[in-house]
């Protein structure tokens, strides 16, 4: 395996599925199924989730509620994704811990960074729910905390394209996909990778980004034995 141990980030919306809201079991049996994979293997996978299958504060605020209460409960979605997620990667067998950074002491365990780390060690998949904590910050910019909290070689965000493209693969056929490319160029060409807080917060501590598509069953396996299937940012 190319890498040891990496932060997973998965996005909220993957958790649906088909569906249009909330959590589709399918789609979570497949992922254990694909991180099981890779622990099996050896490799050590902290994970951070997201919540807007469930709750995005700014859609609270577009919406008149204050911000700062929206993102609690954007919060809290993301600790319903990590509940579900470590049922499903239970059911598969993986021994599992979710740490949250705001504490709900009779659900998960507070982060506490030593304790992750050991319990990668141990070859349980830690998954992290509460986002930073904050509110006004992403998932994605806890991702990438977390991930040089704890050492991570590499931040693997799945998705459901399969790279990073000159314009947007979704409405443009004739998109380009980078195999590779520079934190400065994907600033330069403004293309959107995560956003800004995240991927500068990566930048500057030189941590790798592979963007590819999580939703392919195998493919997890593949990025992590470090084939070239998506698109890696780098310095
Ligand atoms: N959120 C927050 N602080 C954080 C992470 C998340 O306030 O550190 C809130 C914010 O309202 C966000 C929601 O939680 O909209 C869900 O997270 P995100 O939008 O990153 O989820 P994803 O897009 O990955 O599903």
Redesign the pocket.
Known sequence: MKYKRILLKL???ALMGNRQYGIDPERLAEYAQDIKTITDKGVQVAIVI????I????AGASNGMDRVQ??HM??L??VINGLALQSALEDAQIPTRLQTAIKINEVAEPFIRRKAMRHLEKGRVVIFGG????????????AVLRAIEIEADVILKGTRVDGIYNTDPEKDSSAIKFNSISFDDVLKKGLKVMDTTAFTLSQENNLPIIVFDMNKPGNLLKVVSGEAIGTEVNI
């Open positions: 996005s909220g919306e997201g919540g807007g299958n709750f995005r504060g700014v929206g993102d954007g919060m979605a993301t986002g930073t904590g904050n509110p006004y910050f992403t998932t994605d910019s806890a």
